[in-house]
């Protein structure tokens, strides 16, 4: 058989294509090579994007000619789609299902345990379900042993019991996987991963280390931009001396051109993408950035699991190229559409808080825009959810942040007034890749690390008066991929850029 697809179809090893399939009856092909073709002209496809017609092909092989050494090939290819683009974890799931059924000593069946996996891990944070995904992992080197797939299932593994919050044994599985797979591509995500772990148990300097060694000339360049934008946020809070700020502002350092008025919401998409709204319009801050969607009355920003931009006008969640989520919740026997959402966050298995001006809670909604249910009846102007699925919501008017688990459990608060800090006019918060939590006050950003209870406050950023980037009424904050945080400031009429 085909070497089967690794862990998303961008990073798939692809073929040459191969002549057009249109005119394969006529030629004395056996079923095996007709297969092969469309097989190949299916990956040739998803390489350029047109994966209606990548599915279409490799659907072909999997129903028409189950019996050939393809066909477990293309159902994990369709599986990976499912799950990797499309967004259809049920959909990739069942696929993977029926290759372990179907194809149980296929090259392919480690790699449908990996799916199998992926969607287990992302269905929620929840104890039972990561313990299941470590237990579905697990099943590939105890089945399958020196496959390619081993150090794949194993990092794996190791992510779940680092988001199950079992350091220890996370990271005894990381540095397995370097001890035992040296030359593996997956080593520089397993030195992401104890840096991870190390810097959650308080050791910045080891967590740096790590850090460092996954940014290897060998690394690909997404590992080392996640590594050196981890690196940057643990030398900001942890190395740097106090008496020099966090964050520094140079004029030179590309301050959004062009004046802004009346900014609510700044974000950037995992791909660096950045944009900003104000009470009228939705602006990109990068002329790269792909065109937002469409909207009327714009409140703020969001991103999906996925990472892709969602607005949030009046009581609907829009994208580009996907339906819409309408927002009603049932009240005196009727839908109500939540006409003053202000605020909004995604959960890894899609679904979303809102808070809005006209229902003094937050709200849970299903990923296809069912109502849930009441996740807390906190008052809340902004919410924030970080690689654990815990919520912070920040209530502006008693001045506090409230943090609670994945199912609305209140498990911490940071107060007004505490150690070293005062939160005067709270108007936004943000976590990092590290957790951190970073409030944005009118004339300062105060970080602190809320698993810690009671929260600790780690340090503060602020700059000095007579300094062009001091702040004096921001009203909206956001960081990029390398940690990098733009701040609106009305009294200025900028976003600004401090790095």
Same mark, same amino acid.
């Given at each position: 058989?085909?070497?089967?697809?690794?862990?998303?179809?961008?990073?798939?090893?692809?073929?040459?294509?191969?002549?057009?399939?249109?005119?394969? !009856?006529?030629?004395?092909?056996?079923?095996?090579?007709?297969?092969?073709?469309?097989?190949?002209?299916?990956?040739? !496809?998803?390489?350029?994007?047109?994966?209606?017609?990548?599915?279409?092909?490799?659907?072909?092989?999997?129903?028409?000619?189950?019996?050939?050494?393809?066909?477990?090939?293309?159902?994990?290819?369709?599986?990976?789609?499912?799950?990797?683009?499309?967004?259809?974890?049920?959909? +990739?799931?069942?696929?993977?299902?029926?290759?372990?059924?179907?194809?149980?000593?296929?090259?392919?069946?480690?790699?449908?345990?990996?799916?199998?996996?992926?969607?287990?891990?992302?269905?929620?944070?929840?104890?039972?379900?990561?313990?299941?995904?470590?237990?579905?992992?697990?099943?590939?080197?105890?089945?399958?042993?020196?496959?390619?797939?081993?150090?794949?299932?194993?990092?794996?593994?190791?992510?779940?019991?680092?988001?199950?919050?079992?350091?220890?044994?996370?990271?005894?599985?990381?540095?397995?996987?370097?001890?035992?797979?040296?030359?593996?591509?997956?080593?520089?995500? +397993?030195?992401?991963?104890?840096?991870?772990?190390?810097?959650?148990?308080?050791? +910045?300097?080891?967590?740096?280390?790590?850090?460092?060694?996954?940014?290897?000339?060998?690394?690909?360049?997404?590992?080392?931009?996640?590594?050196?934008?981890?690196?940057?946020?643990?030398?900001?809070?942890?190395?740097?001396?106090?008496?020099?700020?966090?964050?520094?502002?140079?004029?030179? %350092?590309?301050?959004?051109?062009?004046?802004?008025?009346?900014?609510?919401?700044?974000?950037?998409?995992?791909?660096?993408?950045?944009?900003?709204?104000?009470?009228?319009?939705?602006?990109?801050?990068?002329?790269?950035?792909?065109?937002?969607?469409?909207?009327?009355?714009?409140?703020?920003?969001?991103? %999906?699991?996925?990472?892709?931009?969602?607005?949030?006008?009046?009581?609907?969640?829009?994208?580009?190229?996907?339906?819409?989520?309408?927002?009603?919740?049932?009240?005196?026997? +009727?839908?109500?559409?939540?006409?003053?959402?202000?605020?909004?966050?995604?959960?890894?298995?899609?679904?979303?808080?809102?808070?809005?001006?006209?229902?003094?809670?937050?709200?849970?909604?299903?990923?296809?825009?069912?109502?849930?249910?009441?996740?807390?009846?906190?008052?809340?102007?902004?919410?924030?959810?970080?690689?654990? %699925?815990?919520?912070?919501?920040?209530?502006?008017?008693?001045?506090?942040?409230?943090?609670?688990?994945?199912?609305?459990?209140?498990?911490?608060?940071?107060?007004?007034?505490?150690?070293?800090?005062?939160?005067?006019?709270?108007?936004?918060?943000?976590?990092?890749?590290?957790?951190?939590?970073?409030?944005?006050?009118?004339?300062?950003?105060?970080?602190?690390?809320?698993?810690?209870?009671?929260?600790?406050?780690?340090?503060?950023?602020?700059?000095?008066?007579?300094?062009?980037?001091?702040?004096?009424?921001?009203?909206?904050?956001?960081?990029?991929?390398?940690?990098?945080?733009?701040?609106?400031?009305?009294?200025?009429?900028?976003?600004?850029?401090?790095?």
């Amino acid at each position: 058989m085909t070497r089967p697809a690794q862990v998303t179809i961008g990073l798939m090893a692809t073929f040459a294509l191969l002549t057009g399939i249109g005119s394969l !009856h006529s030629q004395n092909l056996s079923r095996e090579e007709v297969a092969r073709l469309q097989y190949e002209n299916g990956r040739g !496809h998803m390489r350029r994007g047109n994966y209606a017609e990548g599915l279409k092909d490799f659907t072909t092989v999997a129903d028409s000619y189950p019996e050939s050494t393809l066909a477990d090939n293309a159902r994990l290819e369709i599986s990976r789609y499912y799950f990797d683009i499309a967004d259809d974890p049920a959909r +990739a799931l069942k696929e993977a299902d029926e290759i372990l059924k179907r194809y149980p000593t296929s090259d392919s069946a480690p790699y449908a345990y990996l799916v199998q996996g992926e969607v287990a891990m992302e269905r929620t944070r929840r104890k039972e379900d990561l313990e299941k995904a470590v237990a579905t992992f697990d099943r590939v080197p105890g089945i399958y042993k020196d496959v390619e797939a081993v150090p794949r299932a194993n990092y794996l593994a190791a992510e779940a019991l680092r988001l199950a919050q079992r350091p220890a044994e996370a990271l005894a599985r990381y540095r397995r996987i370097v001890a035992g797979y040296p030359s593996d591509p997956v080593i520089p995500k +397993a030195h992401i991963g104890t840096g991870m772990v190390l810097a959650q148990i308080g050791d +910045a300097v080891g967590a740096m280390e790590e850090f460092q060694f996954a940014r290897d000339k060998e690394s690909l360049p997404e590992d080392t931009d996640v590594a050196l934008g981890r690196l940057t946020v643990l030398y900001r809070l942890y190395v740097r001396p106090p008496q020099i700020s966090a964050f520094t502002y140079s004029a030179k %350092d590309g301050a959004v051109s062009g004046r802004t008025n009346d900014v609510q919401s700044i974000v950037f998409t995992p791909r660096g993408e950045g944009y900003f709204t104000t009470k009228s319009a939705i602006m990109p801050l990068a002329a790269r950035s792909e065109p937002p969607p469409a909207t009327l009355k714009p409140r703020a920003l969001a991103v %999906d699991r996925r990472g892709r931009l969602v607005a949030i006008d009046a009581g609907v969640l829009k994208q580009r190229d996907r339906a819409s989520l309408t927002l009603s919740v049932l009240q005196n026997g +009727a839908n109500k559409v939540l006409d003053e959402v202000v605020t909004a966050a995604s959960f890894k298995n899609g679904d979303w808080l809102v808070a809005s001006d006209d229902d003094r809670g937050i709200q849970r909604f299903g990923p296809n825009g069912k109502h849930m249910g009441v996740f807390s009846t906190a008052r809340t102007s902004r919410l924030a959810i970080n690689e654990f %699925d815990e919520v912070a919501a920040l209530d502006r008017d008693a001045k506090t942040v409230r943090i609670f688990d994945e199912a609305g459990k209140a498990v911490g608060t940071i107060p007004q007034r505490g150690t070293g800090y005062e939160l005067k006019n709270p108007v936004d918060i943000a976590f990092d890749a590290l957790g951190h939590l970073y409030v944005l006050e009118r004339t300062a950003v105060l970080v602190f690390v809320p698993r810690k209870q009671p929260s600790a406050f780690v340090r503060a950023f602020t700059e000095p008066e007579t300094s062009p980037g001091a702040l004096r009424k921001a009203t909206a904050f956001a960081f990029d991929s390398q940690g990098r945080m733009y701040i609106a400031d009305d009294n200025a009429e900028k976003i600004r850029m401090y790095q």
